[in-house]
């Protein structure tokens, strides 16, 4: 995912937490978190300036002891807390230490991850969810009508949950899986073989543990 090209930092703080809790809350502003430069807390809200009217009325970032709380579109309340307000032309870029945990629900909005992190917790309703470095514990995905594509290089736990959309997981060479999936109209499908006595070289492998159920939206298993 690239963040408009046209955008310019309207806002941006920074944090010194080596260990962060950040929530992010957005209606139709996507969401992207990647890697801090300096292993501080970044968050910058990115639009066209002269698109953007009254940005403190739309825009609160807060930090209090280890948590950092972004909301997008502060005015709203709805489903996840949000309906849509008027936040559609502003997006989201925050630079982590790998030591944080991330929550994030937005609604008519993409998220992307490319941070090796703790734990993430991610919702969105008719958003795509795409983690490009899986965390180091829990990955908790759940979307409406978006797709999730996450890739996989450590042992990790993931739910992933999607009532109307696609998911797939690509999973490193050398790491053993261990999957219960189920679909209500979907397909399931895997490249990568789930008996592991069949594979002398993972007998000491790092462990994927997935937890996946789709309603009308496949879900697909392969290797990097």
């Given at each position: ?44 809200i ?61 609604v ?25 470095h ?7 995905l ?5 797709d ?11 739910s ?18 261990d ?46």
């Amino acid at each position: 995912m690239k963040i408009n090209s046209a955008f310019e930092i309207l806002r941006e703080e920074a944090f010194d937490i080596k260990k962060p809790e950040v929530s992010v809350s957005t209606v139709s502003s996507e969401v992207q978190i990647i890697e801090s430069p300096d292993g501080r807390c970044h968050v910058a809200i990115l639009g066209k300036s002269g698109d953007v009217k009254n940005l403190d009325d739309l825009v609160e970032i807060e930090a209090h002891d280890t948590k950092i709380s972004v909301r997008v579109d502060k005015r709203s309340h709805g489903f996840l807390g949000l309906f849509s307000g008027g936040s559609a032309d502003l997006s989201v870029l925050i630079k982590l230490p790998s030591a944080s945990t991330i929550k994030v629900a937005t609604v008519s909005a993409d998220v992307e991850i490319n941070q090796g992190v703790r734990s993430v917790i991610v919702g969105t309703v008719s958003g795509d969810i795409n983690v490009l470095h899986n965390p180091t514990g829990a990955c908790n995905l759940k979307t409406v009508s978006g797709d999730i594509s996450t890739r996989t290089f450590s042992s990790c736990q993931y739910s992933l949950k999607s009532v109307s959309g696609d998911i797939k997981v690509l999973v490193a060479p050398g790491l053993e899986v261990d999957v219960d999936g189920k679909s209500v109209s979907g397909d399931l499908e895997s490249e990568i073989s789930l008996n592991s006595n069949n594979d002398a070289t993972l007998n000491h492998a790092e462990l994927v543990t997935i937890r996946t159920s789709t309603v009308s939206g496949d879900f697909s298993l392969a290797r990097n």
